[in-house]
């Protein structure tokens, strides 16, 4: 069982816009503002696309945003493309056991 | 550009013992902590094990406290990952990872994996 709870799998038509969401407690989300999201695709590795929260790492698209909310945060992506079929993954600092904690993924799939 | 290059994975028996190696470029690798990261087949991802720039500080998830061990080489500019009494449920791609925007606390740099398949 992950530290994170995300939701198994999400689809939209393309052009739409959707929210994954993400969460957890006040040991990782809700007491740093350090969540971060990870995309997927099959075979690959994981491509950071959010850091601390709400910001993009460069050639990242704005069709892309984060925000937090108390113990969850949330993956916003707009105007989907068939490229964003993916798996995404949150992930936060904690103050458990280990430093950083992730989510169980969220397989996107765009209709 | 950063680059991190995995090697040393493969297949190993239960109780066994495998080397992991992280080939890193690219950056000022003496100031940088890095990490590992696993993905099991199918599953999500875990952090496994980090370590600071000087690599006096180590840290691991509770899985592997005892059994594997991170260290670093600045003259080869590579991180390893020494694994002992590897069990099935160690069986992952395992990712080297380091932070690097804003607070650091991402992994915004990611090696291409490498497969560790625990099985006889």
């Known amino acids: 069982q992950s530290a994170l709870t995300q939701p198994a799998s999400v689809s939209e038509s393309p052009g739409q816009s959707i929210a994954i969401s993400c969460t957890g407690s006040?040991?990782?989300?809700?007491?740093?503002?350090?969540v971060s999201w990870y995309q997927q695709h099959p075979g690959k590795a994981p491509k950071l696309i959010i850091y601390d929260v709400t910001n993009r790492p460069s050639g990242v698209s704005n069709r892309f945003s984060g925000t937090k909310s108390g113990n969850t945060a949330s993956l916003t992506i707009s105007g989907l493309q068939a490229e964003d079929e993916a798996d995404y993954y949150c992930s936060s600092y904690t103050s458990g056991s280990s430093p950083w904690v992730f989510g169980g993924g969220t397989k996107l799939t765009v209709l | 550009e950063v680059q991190l290059v995995e090697s040393g994975g493969g297949l190993v028996q239960p109780g066994g013992s495998l080397r992991l190696s992280c080939a890193a470029s690219g950056f000022d690798f003496s100031t940088s902590w890095l990490n590992w990261v696993r993905q099991a087949p199918g599953k999500g991802l875990e952090w496994v094990a980090n370590?600071?720039?000087?690599?006096?500080?180590?840290y691991y998830v509770d899985s592997v406290k005892g059994r594997f061990t991170i260290s670093r080489d600045s003259a080869k500019n590579s991180l390893y990952l020494q694994m002992n009494s590897v069990r099935a449920e160690d069986t992952a791609v395992y990712y080297c990872a380091k932070g690097g925007l804003g607070s650091g606390f991402s992994f915004a740099y990611w090696g291409q994996g490498n497969l560790v398949t625990v099985s006889s």
């Open positions: 006040s040991s990782d989300i809700g007491g740093y503002d350090y």
């Open positions: 370590i600071n720039e000087e690599g006096s500080e180590k």
